[in-house]
């Protein structure tokens, strides 16, 4: 079965220090990839994609993500981290249809 | 640019009444269209899609149901609400295969 998985429910880290949100899938083929971010009682916001090319993709806020084939990780990454950048991190496969499949999110807890 | 809302944004309705969310997009043609469930603030649950006009693709079985009217307009609806359907409720939107979807702000459905 087609799956996303988050293995931490919530990721705490320092102001100003590195973060790293992890993400599996488990998809046949070349799945487009996405990270979203969820703020309390609001919608998703689209952070970044991976679609083909470079395994480092760039996006939104300072944001970047790695893509792993070899390992199927997707883990989103930020060199340092600010007290807004909290909120809730999901990470999203598309298995080539119209369809996409989210993970459960991972809670990040940023401390000044 | 393109813009996606969706009404209303919270509701509170006793068991047994009915239920009808709506969305609309603007700015595209012929989208994708998309009803998300996300409860306890966690993981999405895919409820429906649409490709095209009267197209409804249902992913889990439920007392809810979709309909797509008008191009550009998406909605959710049930006859009789349950305890069990109270949540948040997510309309988004995307284009083509497997790109990126966009999401509303979101419906808080408590049922009581």
């Known amino acids: 079965a087609q799956s996303v998985a988050q293995p931490e429910d919530q990721v705490n880290v320092a102001e100003g220090n590195p973060l790293t949100v992890k993400c599996t899938y488990s998809v046949s083929g070349n799945p487009y990839l996405f990270w979203y971010v969820q703020y309390p009682n609001r919608g998703l916001q689209f952070l970044l994609k991976?679609?083909?090319?470079?395994?480092l993709v760039k996006g939104s806020y300072g944001f970047e993500a790695e893509f792993n084939k070899s390992q199927t990780s997707f883990h989103l990454k930020k060199p340092s981290a600010l007290v807004s950048d909290s909120a809730l991190y999901f990470c999203?496969?598309?298995?080539?249809?119209?369809?996409?499949?989210f993970g459960a999110g991972t809670r990040l807890f940023v401390k000044a | 640019s393109q813009t996606i809302h969706q009404w209303p944004a919270t509701l509170v309705q006793p068991v047994g009444s009915p239920l009808s969310l709506e969305c609309t997009v603007e700015g595209t043609s012929n989208p994708n269209l998309y009803w998300y469930r996300q409860a306890a603030g966690r993981g999405l649950q895919l409820l429906f899609y649409s490709v095209g006009i009267g197209q409804i693709s249902s992913e889990v079985p439920q007392n809810l149901s979709a309909s797509r009217p008008q191009d550009r307009q998406f909605i959710l609806s049930s006859k009789k609400l349950l305890l069990s359907d109270s949540g948040f409720y997510l309309c988004?939107?995307?284009?083509?295969?497997?790109?990126?979807?966009?999401f509303g702000e979101g419906s808080w459905l408590t049922v009581v």
């Open positions: 999203a496969v598309s298995p080539g249809g119209f369809k996409t499949i």
């Open positions: 991976y679609i083909t090319g470079d395994n």
């Open positions: 988004a939107w995307g284009q083509g295969y497997g790109n990126t979807i966009y």
